[in-house]
């Protein structure tokens, strides 16, 4: 898959960074796989059983992650299958899965910049690694600050439109 224009590693890269220390997990280390919209909803299928179009997947592979978080949507999944037989590995600590079809869609009806909307999924998925959650309304309502306060930090002005969409 082609990268879009405007869409560089380095701001990625900056995204995650910033929303990881806003979380207090400093350090960790994330992956961020830019996908197609097909490919991420065929994800949300096979981990999820939810056929719904979604604009991250966030895989803790921490060795802090509990089984139970892998059967629910509403946090990170928590897959470690390495984790007995290569112990030392200093692997990822997770992975961001970003539909840039789903993101170059919103941006349009939004009004924003392909590359903000982008590292808003960076910045929600990198989030959920820290803990944070958009099930419940005061959850949500803590995930959308958060996400305002990093990306102001990474210079974006604010989205005037509400984010809470499904």
């Given at each position: 898959?082609?990268?879009?224009?405007?869409?560089?590693?380095?701001?990625?890269?900056?995204?995650?960074?910033?929303?990881?220390?806003?979380?207090?997990?400093a350090g960790a280390v994330?992956?961020v796989v830019l996908v197609?919209?097909?490919?991420?909803?065929?994800?949300?299928?096979?981990?999820?059983?939810?056929?719904?179009?979604?604009?991250?997947?966030?895989?803790?592979?921490?060795?802090?992650?509990?089984?139970?978080?892998?059967?629910?949507?509403v946090g990170p999944i928590?897959?470690?299958?390495?984790?007995?037989?290569?112990?030392?590995?200093?692997?990822?600590?997770?992975?961001?899965?970003?539909?840039?079809?789903?993101?170059?869609?919103?941006?349009?009806?939004?009004?924003?910049?392909?590359?903000?909307?982008?590292?808003?999924?960076?910045?929600?998925?990198?989030?959920?690694?820290?803990?944070?959650?958009?099930?419940?309304?005061?959850?949500?309502?803590?995930?959308?600050?958060?996400?305002?306060?990093?990306?102001?930090?990474?210079?974006?002005?604010?989205?005037?439109?509400?984010?809470?969409?499904?």
């Amino acid at each position: 898959m082609d990268r879009p224009a405007g869409i560089d590693d380095a701001s990625i890269a900056r995204a995650a960074t910033a929303a990881l220390a806003f979380g207090g997990r400093a350090g960790a280390v994330v992956n961020v796989v830019l996908v197609d919209e097909p490919t991420l909803t065929r994800m949300h299928v096979e981990l999820f059983d939810d056929p719904a179009p979604t604009d991250v997947i966030t895989v803790d592979l921490g060795p802090g992650a509990s089984a139970e978080e892998a059967a629910s949507d509403v946090g990170p999944i928590a897959v470690d299958p390495f984790d007995e037989l290569f112990p030392d590995d200093d692997g990822p600590d997770g992975e961001l899965f970003v539909s840039i079809d789903r993101a170059r869609d919103v941006a349009v009806e939004r009004g924003v910049s392909l590359a903000r909307e982008t590292c808003l999924y960076v910045v929600h998925g990198a989030l959920h690694l820290c803990g944070y959650d958009d099930n419940e309304p005061a959850e949500r309502a803590r995930m959308r600050a958060a996400e305002r306060d990093v990306l102001r930090s990474l210079g974006y002005e604010d989205d005037p439109l509400p984010h809470d969409q499904d």
